[in-house]
């Protein structure tokens, strides 16, 4: 059974930081794309940023450039997301996801996801 576990949300104030973590679980993902997801209330799930199964090349939303770090470690089948400069507006839950294996974009859309996480709460209070 596949499974997408993530962790390391929480409250934390304007300017904080956090670094939330997805640990995979049932089969390597390695030749797959990688991505952060969020869904704040009220609002549909936007992509964050996402990984690339070759090379590690990222892509991520223009938001959250310069304050956002995604990367992964394939021998731990985990991906993570640093979060700085944190903003009222990224208050959200969190989602990690998984793309169909060898996918050629490095942008990760929702229709090319196989797998989600369950989510993790950030709070980002002013």
């Known amino acids: 059974q596949v499974q997408l576990v993530e962790s390391g949300g929480g409250l934390v104030q304007a300017g904080g930081s956090l670094k939330l973590s997805c640990a995979a679980s049932?089969?390597?993902?390695?030749?797959?794309?990688m991505g952060w997801f969020r869904q704040a209330p009220g609002k549909e799930r936007e992509f964050v940023a996402s990984i690339h199964w070759r090379g590690g090349s990222t892509y991520y939303t223009d938001s959250v450039k310069g304050r956002f770090t995604i990367s992964r470690d394939d021998a731990k089948n985990t991906v993570y997301l640093q979060i700085n400069s944190l903003k009222p507006e990224d208050t959200a839950v969190y989602y990690c996801a998984a793309g169909r294996r060898y996918l050629l974009t490095y942008r990760l859309s929702v229709g090319q996801v196989d797998y989600w996480g369950q989510g993790t709460q950030v709070t980002v209070s002013s």
């Open positions: 049932g089969r390597t993902f390695s030749s797959s794309t």
